[in-house]
Nanobody
Framework: QVQLVESGGGLVQPGGSLRLSCVVS????????MNWYRQAPGKERELVAA????????SYADSVKGRFTISRDNPKNTVYLQMNSLAPEDTAVYYC???????????WGPGTQVTVSS
């Protein structure tokens, strides 16, 4: 079965950094675009970052552009989100998402908590 498992979340001080990882199994990873979403309490889930299946193109929400970097290692079936200059407004559950548009397949991980607080 398909599994997406996030890791790397935790508590960090404002201005600090974290790197999230998402390990994917059960699908042909290099066919899938990968995305990171986040959802804070009382707010809608928002797309944070996206990367194409071959890693050649990335995009970011305006709120994180210049601070976050999405990358992938296809031989390791892993996508990363490097988060720098974190602020309390970045506090949320972060979710890994895989999409193969041609097939319509969409998968989600269970999420990992990121808390930015002093």
């Amino acid at each position: 079965q398909v599994q997406l498992v996030e890791s790397g979340g935790g508590l960090v001080q404002p201005g600090g950094s974290l790197r999230l990882s998402c390990v994917v199994s059960g699908l042909t990873f290099n066919r899938y675009a990968m995305n990171w979403y986040r959802q804070a309490p009382g707010k809608e889930r928002e797309l944070v970052a996206a990367i194409t299946s071959d890693g050649d193109s990335t995009s970011y929400a305006d709120s994180v552009k210049g601070r976050f970097t999405i990358s992938r290692d296809n031989p390791k079936n892993t996508v990363y989100l490097q988060m720098n200059s974190l602020a309390p407004e970045d506090t949320a559950v972060y979710y890994c998402n895989a999409v193969w548009e041609w097939s319509g397949n969409v998968y989600w991980g269970p999420g990992t908590q990121v808390t930015v607080s002093s």
